[in-house]
């Protein structure tokens, strides 16, 4: 099947093409809710084709077929859905900076119940951002049925669970979508590498859990849990350059802009009070 052509396919039969991939097939169908009253908004594609190019034949295959296959949902500056596109052109600077393209995100801050802060060093084979230090998982809802439900955020935390096995092996038991606590929304743009970079709407999901780990390498090249005062020292090697440490920009912004407040909440289980869903954050 062509990168092209997937894009025409019915959401059921996408769909079913993720189902058939041995990475998705144990991921419990149960565990997510639909609304099979709801349609999908009649959006066509933005661009209509994957604008890819022959310095692209080297991309990792797993990379490739989720840049492909993937589409993201378009949104405008209030987080309005406004259309869909691939994960590889929504990522393209050249779009980012010529058409705009915002897309919709979501950033999972997962804690044990020491409150320690789980972080991910993402794989050296991911396009944008390679071996950088981030948060527990960074991704995007994508533009199906059960990730564009907006009714108490329930589509991006589906997204989470989904992610959250796919790239860390955890079970959607592990982490049900009712705990997630979506406590804000923050708007930024940031550059990779001269073609890759981010755009995006992000959603700041919290969630206290104990939970087994395991990483798939395809996404993930380490991972480790921190306290306050070791994501501390973290920050600093990385504004020192030490050890060669990086870490991503979206982190990077909730780490100066909330994180530290927010964990406070997290260890006294008042995160409720720090919810602010109507504001979004412009970074």
Known sequence: M??????N???IRLRSLALSSSRFALFPLSSIRFVSSRKLPNFRAFSGTVMADSK???MDAVQRRLMFEDECILVDETDRVVGHDSKYNCHLMENIEA???????FSVFLFNSNYELLLQQRSKVKVTFPLVWTNTCCSHPLYRESELIEENTLGVRNAAQRKLLDELGIVAADVPV????????MLYKAPSDGKWGEHELDYLLFIVRDVKVQPNPDEVADIK???REELKELVKKAD???EGLKLSPWFRLVVDNFLMKWWDHVEKGTLVEAIDMKTI???
């Open 99 to 105: 058409k705009n393209l915002l897309h919709r995100a």
């Open 56 to 58: 692209d034949a080297g």
């Open 281 to 283: 954050h412009k970074l």
């Open 9 to 11: 396919l019915p959401l």
């Open 240 to 242: 020192a350059g030490e």
């Open 178 to 185: 009712d705990e997630f606590t979506a406590l804000g929304r």
């Open 2 to 7: 062509s990168a092209t052509s997937i894009f």
């Open 225 to 227: 849990y921190v306290s």
